[in-house]
């Protein structure tokens, strides 16, 4: 008995040894980019999320390339080896690559929640889903659908902003957006079905970033129930609406289930219901709260900065106009084209508080990049803040200025609030519909400012301010400049 149990407790020991050792020693790996990867196991990941949440996520990079000097560091974050790239030259290397050299990839817990979506291919899968999915995401297809997110936004500011002398602009805005995203992907209304949808919503979204780990009680647990009870209700729904179609009582271009159930792709494949469900549930996750941060983080900073939203609201007060001597009613695709302040005041946003602040991709080869070897199967990732909060790119960074937007723009690759390349954002054009259109239905009906201006921002995982950016409302009393 004795013997096994001190056999057992070498084992342990040889166990602890093996976990604590550095896989991927620089000694054995000389051309490794410089860096460390911490800690045992969880290597650099409890310094990371700790920054992340304090609204210092810039300190981790910063600190390692000032450490290390160059545009490349190695550390270990969320489960893998990584190597970040840090700067223009890098962002262009690996959008370029795709295919070649690296694959886009997430956190093993976001794979395996949505794994018959997009985001779970590579290569010509991708590329065939991503087409099916654009049929519905193109601008073309987007303009039939601007009078309904028009009609869906104003009655939403009628019936929650007008009137009211205080709001929190945070859960507005989501319900307002995620009222948008069932209507136009699911054709589904307000009531229980909608609500029993969000409630699941917010369970997948609660561990969709953490270890997935499935034992009673953790939050990956959560998301995968809700998951699943996702799509409980979303197979419901594809089957009324087969029959709905087949009877004629729906139309195939009414959202973007019908589009998912009427189109093919370029070799004539179509989606399996259970890639419908996954995908449909991607485009809910991805496309909600990076809208509804934009908007939120949009009303903060224009309230902060009076001389942006004057001529904001110079701009949208025009079409306002415009609109009521055409009488066309309803906003129209050629109306988002004359919105170009309010656009770039959104870009601007989009700059200082990217909803995402970078992704990763994944070497399916050995990899070279000045000099150093990047070994296959490493993560490497792109940091948003290397660009978009340099002086180098921005002059004044710090400072709200949708100026900077004028002309030009931007130099390459140093504003990607969308990422790039292939796997670059499929849902661009749909968040500035949607995003341009509620600022237009914002602006026209009240004025607003904070309740507290000191009110910070965090960021977990998304830009967002603390207390949900409690405003003050005020009914159009002034008189616009023209
Ligand atoms: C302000 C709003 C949004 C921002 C800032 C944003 C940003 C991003 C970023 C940075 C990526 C990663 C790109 C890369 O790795 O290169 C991404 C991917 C993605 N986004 Fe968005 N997004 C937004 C809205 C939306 C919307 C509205 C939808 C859908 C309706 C959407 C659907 C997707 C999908 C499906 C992917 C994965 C693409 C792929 O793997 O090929 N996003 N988004």
Redesign the pocket.
Known sequence: MDIIAVAIAIGFVLFLLFLLRDPFSTSSNPNLPPGSFGWPLVGETLQFLALLRANRGQEFYEQRIKLYGGDIFKTHILGSPTAVFYSPQGNRFLFSNENTLVH?TWPSSVINLFRNS??SKVGDE?KDV?KL?LNF?KPEALQTFMGRVDSIISDHVKRFWHGETQIEALSLSKRCLYAVACSLFLTMDEGPQQSDLYGHFIDLLSGMFQIPLDLPGTLYRKSRIGSNHIRGILQTVIEKRREDLESGSASPHQDLLSFLLCNVDGRGNGMSDDEIKDNIM??LM??HD??VT?VTMLLRNLALNRDCYQRVLQEQMEIKREKEASQVGLLQWDDLMKMKYTWRAVQET?RLY???GG?WRKAIVDISYDGYTIPKGWKLSWVMRSTHRNAEYFEDPEKFDPSRFDGNGPAPYTFL?????P??????E??RMV?LIFIHNIVKTVEWDLVNVNEKVTINPMPIPVDGLPINLHHHVHTVDN
């Not at 609030?417 to 390349?421: A, E, R, V």
């Not at 796997?423 to 661009?428: E, I, T, V, W």
């Open positions: 886009s997009l985001i991708a991503r999915l995401l991607l485009l991805a496309g990076t809208s934009t989009l990217p909803p995402v992704s609030p969308f990422g790039g390349g796997r670059m954002c499929p849902g661009n749909f968040a995003i």
